[in-house]
């Protein structure tokens, strides 16, 4: 025994001694790092000396290779450790820097997580082997052991040969999971992709429940409230097992408490695989006779109008089955007989789909329902998936990779196997769990659990609806349609519509949502446009491209035309997109209710419309005015009689005191609308008050001129004043006596008043604008007289102010005999020169473009280049 405990004893020492030294080594590190601060705050900065100094070739030379330098040995170190650091280019910003610093942090940080988490995990008897290299690994913590060895095994390896060997498997099932026939056609499974009304597949009716007469009881829970039905109501328009719903109860041993049952290992746990009728019936008569199943389905929607169900697996506590129904798609309504079963328990996670699928596709309904999904959330757990509650219950992590696989794909390979019946091999253990911890929480959220699932099996399959504005709901706008637009997409979405039903095909295989909108956007005007459109070509959209051509010539045909949505059409899409995306709740659809229930009665915190059936004659039953909302807003003139508003039990007396001192209490209470009365009361009471003082001021002050304004103050037009040096005092000093003379012997149209000030004692820019003299410059400009021929002078260029001049003043007479004869009488110089009025012989002679663009443009009297 002493062996152990030296052993024990030299442990714990070596282990104090490792410490010491990590301990010492980041104490080292911690000084260096410090020093390695203080001396890069002595560095020139940026923004202060280091653009001087990075001016100098060798100083910036420096800088690059101790750049190079660091991010090299940055490099190093975080590769060494398992974190591959994404190093910045040499002369990036500081801010690109402290980002890639920051990132190799988090690495570093994510990294210890890890290992801390392995180590612990394996309580420090395995050594945990450092990756080469590793990027962002995320913390194992309440990992299993399966998830540790995994984590292991990739840590010890290249991350990048894991992943390539990934792809090649990946690439590899994907090639052999090529569905090269439609199961639709291989089986000749047929689907009525018409728009009538779905006809349910049920041939025989099991478990049903014996007809009654007159009321029958529904339910009848432990709070002692009781609802009630009439037989005649119960009816199987809609969902064959309706009365049967209606008439479940819930039996007594799933209410109960009961040790849960430890699920078999895959490895230890028989599996069939039911591709037969012979092996159908053979199921079905096993699942008789068991107290509980576990059910679920794999879906495919992609490849088909409705969808179809590829897959369906069950589980007993003993054994395993997965179901093949292609084969024998016809047969499978034979499971209806123990999905019926009210004694039977049917375990299902998430059912709202695959209930709908079931009656679908073979007729099969479902009563006696338990839905692990619904439990989670009375629960409140932080998840509701399934691989979280395997996790949780069973320590198994469920590889979800095959979710979105193509299930049509036959035959199945191992791993896909694998995955399906791991679906429901957990799920009755799960029940087990989650049974007693509602159990624990409280008694009623067990049977509110049950409630919950019976529900979703009273749901029944509609088959979809064409709505020729869906896409109004489905595609998300960019742009506001134009009415060409608008029209093919409505042509186009029709058209996919009629094809998908046709073909067997979804919607979304013939033409994708955002091909469509491409579609609709561009308008193409031939094959090309629209395969640019339609990139990667869908097979119907090549095969059909004439009908696609067609719509959009037609589309161009129309005229243009500004078309803009309407409030209401608005209003009308977010309603519908509210109510697909399942965020429409109780009180929104209320407050958007279009119908007034003001005078009805109608509850409003109840939410209950009161009808009484019996009374034909009256259409709306109109609600009391004093229950109505408007008399909130009116108050009652009558005294509240304190006595007949006391309501007390036979055998008491009233306690008239009480009630009137309560009375007392609420007629002080003063509410929003009597706060506003009063407000109205007192502006009214202040407006008068101003108006009294205003009064009072002006009588006071009298006719006196106003020496303050404000801008509440009317518009008045004041006189301009001027400064008396400034004012003509010449015409304004005259005696009394002179003036009055003056008066008598001057007529009334010379009594004008002197001018106020002598414009001729001011220069221009005193008195006028800027616009007024540049005026005033260009008039002057105008009526200069300019020689512009040979010295001729012209007196007048207007010919409006000659004819003027001409009429206004004496026309003088010429006197030929004054005249100089002799200016006629000289040789003329050149007897051989032409008639030359303008002078055309001293003009230059230059044939330039310029000079002839000149001729062009210029006018006769413009300026004339002469010879020197």
């Not at 070739?57 to 420096?62: E, I, L, Q, R, V």
């Not at 039996?251 to 069939?272: D, I, N």
């Not at 992609?302 to 897959?311: H, V």
């Not at 509609?462 to 960019?478: A, H, L, Q, S």
Request: charged fraction near 30%.
């Amino acid at each position: 025994m002493s062996q152990p405990v030296e052993d024990n004893g030299e442990h714990d020492e070596l282990v104090r001694e490792n410490i010491q030294v990590m301990r010492k080594r980041v104490e080292e590190m911690t000084r260096t790092g410090a020093a390695l601060v203080r001396e890069s705050n002595g560095l020139p900065k940026s923004g202060a000396d280091f653009e001087l100094y990075n001016s100098y070739p060798t100083f910036n030379a420096f800088m690059k290779r101790s750049e190079e330098r660091l991010n090299a040995l940055m490099g190093k170190i975080t590769k060494s450790i398992g974190c591959a650091m994404r190093l910045p280019d040499v002369g990036s910003s500081i801010d690109h820097y402290t980002e890639c610093v920051i990132e190799a942090q988090d690495n570093i940080a994510e990294r210890v997580a890890t290992l801390h988490g392995v180590l612990k995990k394996a309580e420090r008897d395995t050594i945990v082997k450092v990756p080469e290299f590793i990027t962002k690994a995320g913390p194992t913590n309440r990992k299993t052991e399966a998830e540790v060895a995994e984590a292991m095994k990739t840590f010890s390896a290249n991350i990048g040969t894991v992943l390539a060997a990934k792809f090649r498997e990946r690439r590899e099932e994907a090639a052999q999971m090529v569905v090269h026939d439609k199961p639709q056609k291989t089986y000749n499974i047929t689907s009525d992709n018409s728009s009538a009304p779905f006809a349910s597949k049920l041939t025989v009716k099991h478990h049903a429940v014996e007809r009654r007469s007159g009321i029958v009881l529904v339910d009848d829970n432990e709070s002692g409230q009781r609802d009630w039905i009439s037989a005649a109501a119960e009816t199987e328009e809609e969902h064959p097992y309706i009365a049967e719903m209606l008439h479940f109860k819930v039996p007594e041993k799933q209410l109960k408490s009961v040790t849960p049952q430890k699920f078999k290992p895959l490895t230890e746990t028989p599996l069939t695989i039911v591709d037969t009728k012979e092996k159908l019936e053979s199921l079905r008569d096993k699942l008789n006779s068991v107290e509980e199943f576990s059910v679920d389905l794999e879906h495919h929607e992609m490849r088909t109008y409705l969808g179809l169900t590829c897959l369906i697996q069950i589980s007993t506590r003993d054994e395993d089955f997965i179901i093949d129904p292609f084969p024998m798609w016809d047969c499978i309504g034979i499971l209806n007989e123990p999905f019926t079963n009210p004694n039977i328990l049917k375990v299902f996670h998430g059912s709202d789909n695959d209930v709908l699928w079931l009656q679908r596709d073979f007729g099969v309904h479902v009563v006696n329902l338990f839905d692990t999904y619904v439990a989670m959330k009375k629960l409140k757990y932080p998840k509701f998936s399934l691989a979280y509650l395997a996790f949780r219950f069973a320590d198994v992590v469920l590889d979800k990779q095959y979710q979105l696989a193509d299930w049509r794909a036959r035959p199945l390979r191992n791993a896909m196997i694998n995955y399906a019946r791991e679906d429901t091999h957990y799920l009755l253990y799960s029940y087990d769990m989650l049974r007693e911890q509602l159990l624990q929480q409280e008694h009623k959220d067990l049977a509110n659990v049950y409630a919950e699932s019976n529900d979703l099996c009273i749901r029944v399959y509609k088959k979809p609806v064409f709505n020729p504005k869906g896409y109004m709901t489905e595609i998300k706008f960019r742009f506001t349609l134009n009415n060409r637009q608008d029209f093919a997409l409505t042509s186009l979405y029709r058209w996919r519509d009629i094809v998908a039903r046709a073909e067997d095909e979804s919607p979304q295989f013939v033409l994708p949502n955002h091909m469509l909108l491409s579609l609709a956007e561009t308008l193409p005007r031939d094959v090309g446009g629209i395969y640019v459109c339609c990139n990667p070509l869908p097979y119907f959209v090549k095969q059909r491209t004439g009908d696609i051509l067609k719509i959009m010539v037609e589309s161009r045909d129309i005229k243009l035309e500004k078309a803009e949505r309407s409030v209401k059409e608005k209003t009308d899409a977010q309603e519908a997109r509210g109510v697909m995306n399942d965020s429409m709740d109780y009180i929104t659809s209320v407050l958007k209710s279009k119908i007034d229930f003001s005078h009805t009665k109608f509850d409003e915190e109840r939410g209950e419309l009161d009808i009484d059936k019996n009374e034909e004659m009256k259409e709306i039953l109109e609600k009391d005015h004093k229950e109505s909302l408007l008399s909130v807003l009116e108050s009652s003139s009558v005294a509240p009689n304190p006595e007949a508003m006391t309501v007390v039990e036979k055998g008491k007396k009233p306690d008239n005191k009480k009630v009137g001192k309560l009375l007392n209490e609420l007629d002080k209470f003063v509410t929003p609308f009597e706060c506003y009365q009063m407000m109205l009361i007192a502006k009214q009471k202040q407006e008068e008050e101003d108006r009294k003082e205003a009064e009072r001021k002006r009588l006071e002050e009298g006719d006196k001129p106003k020496t303050m304004f404000s801008h509440h103050d009317a518009a008045v037009v004041r006189k301009p004043e001027f400064d008396p040096k400034l004012l003509n005092l010449d015409n304004l000093k005259v005696e009394a006596t002179e003036a009055g003379e003056q008066q008598e012997e001057t007529p009334m149209e010379e009594r004008a008043e002197p001018p106020v000030f002598d414009p001729s004692r001011f220069s221009d820019d005193q008195i006028m604008s800027k616009k007024a003299m540049k005026r005033q410059r260009q008039a002057a400009r105008r009526n200069i007289d300019v020689s512009v021929v040979l010295g001729e002078t012209s007196s007048c260029s207007d010919p409006k102010k000659i004819k003027i001049e001409e009429e206004s003043g004496e026309v003088e007479e010429f006197d030929y005999d004054k005249a100089d004869s002799s200016e006629f009488e000289k040789p003329v110089s050149d007897p051989n020169a032409a008639f030359d009025p303008f002078h055309q012989k001293y003009r230059l002679k230059n044939n330039s473009k310029k000079n002839k663009a000149m001729k062009k443009s210029s006018n006769r009297t413009g300026t004339i280049n002469y010879k020197k």
